[in-house]
């Protein structure tokens, strides 16, 4: 009995060493993990919110002080200011004159019964054709050369055309049934219009003549584009047509035409004819604008 007891006390005693020796590293392993955690941070968004608003406080105090105007003596604000307004001339707003002109003939008794071209200083404008043959009127936007437009001012000019009176119809000639000629100039503070069907002023003669050479170029240039564009077989009488304007120097600017001849002379949709026929009246103008 006695050997026995002996054993089992000894059997116990080695198992106590055994969980002993197998217990003490792992509660070393639990100490360290223990103290290598720190402790979590405070949040700082409080401190944050706080800081930022006594920032914005402080700007909003700066604005405030630079938005408030200084305060000045009213004497040294004279004296600063009096010299500037010295030493700057007045000026005055002085508006642009716009001009415009119109020019209109009538004539019921002919297939184009009227006539009516418009246009500012610069020559921008629109010429309008009424005829009996047709029930609306054409219209088509022009652009007067810088020559043809000197032409028109000089002759405004030297007959004083908005601060005369003169009466321009010819008291011994009377041909309504020819037509009548109506001339209009309009300022920003003036405006006059006369009427007439014949005058012995010469230089009314030639305004009137003037306007009759812009309606020739401006109608002969609408009626060949729709030849060119529908009846291309109209196309050698116009030029023929031209061609006796040239001669009797019934085309306003005749170097103005010439872009639009050399189209022509290059359009196949026209007869060769007529092509030619562009051209020669090319070599005519440039030859004449030499002279």
């Known amino acids: 009995m006695n050997t026995k007891a002996t054993k089992t006390l000894l059997l116990y005693c080695l198992f106590l060493i055994i969980t002993f020796a197998l217990l003490t590293p792992l509660q070393?392993?639990?100490?360290?993990?223990?103290?290598?955690?720190?402790?979590?941070?405070?949040?700082q968004s409080s401190r944050v919110e706080s800081t930022?608003?006594?920032?914005?406080?402080?700007?909003?105090?700066?604005?405030?002080?630079?938005?408030?105007?200084?305060k000045r003596n009213l004497r040294d604000s004279i004296t600063e200011e009096q010299p500037e307004n010295l030493s700057r001339p007045k000026t005055s707003k002085v508006e642009s004159v716009k001009e415009h002109y119109f020019y209109q003939f009538d004539s019921p008794q002919f297939n184009t019964k009227r006539v009516r071209i418009e246009h500012d200083e610069n020559g921008r404008g629109k010429i309008t054709?009424?005829?009996?043959?047709?029930?609306?009127?054409?219209?088509?936007?022009?652009?007067?050369?810088?020559?043809?437009?000197?032409k028109l001012k000089s002759l405004f000019r030297i007959l004083s055309f908005l601060d005369s009176s003169e009466d321009y119809q010819s008291k011994v000639h009377d041909y309504k049934h020819l037509g009548t000629?109506?001339?209009?100039?309009?300022?920003?503070?003036?405006?006059?219009?006369?009427?007439?069907?014949?005058?012995?002023?010469?230089?009314a003669?030639?305004?009137?003549?003037?306007?009759?050479k812009?309606?020739?170029?401006?109608?002969?240039?609408?009626?060949?584009?729709?030849?060119?564009?529908?009846?291309?077989?109209?196309a050698p009488d116009l030029m023929r047509k031209l061609d006796?304007?040239?001669?009797?120097?019934?085309?306003?600017?005749?170097?103005?035409?010439?872009?639009f001849l050399e189209d022509l002379s290059n359009d196949?949709?026209?007869?060769?004819?007529?092509?030619?026929?562009?051209?020669?009246?090319?070599?005519?103008?440039k030859k004449s604008a030499k002279k």
């Open 268 to 285: 196949e949709r026209i007869p060769l004819i007529a092509r030619n026929h562009s051209r020669e009246l090319i070599e005519k103008i």
């Open 205 to 212: 003669k030639l305004l009137a003549d003037e306007y009759r």
């Open 52 to 70: 930022k608003t006594n920032n914005a406080n402080e700007t909003e105090k700066q604005n405030k002080d630079e938005s408030q105007p200084q």
């Open 129 to 150: 054709v009424w005829k009996n043959d047709l029930d609306e009127e054409i219209s088509e936007p022009i652009q007067l050369s810088p020559k043809t437009i000197e």
């Open 181 to 203: 000629a109506t001339i209009g100039l309009k300022t920003s503070d003036k405006e006059r219009t006369v009427s007439f069907n014949w005058t012995e002023n010469k230089n």
């Open 214 to 234: 812009i309606y020739n170029q401006q109608l002969w240039m609408f009626e060949m584009r729709l030849a060119r564009e529908n009846q291309p077989l109209e």
């Open 28 to 43: 070393a392993q639990r100490k360290s993990k223990r103290v290598s955690r720190k402790p979590p941070e405070k949040p």
């Open 244 to 259: 006796s304007y040239l001669r009797r120097n019934e085309i306003s600017d005749p170097e103005q035409m010439l872009e």
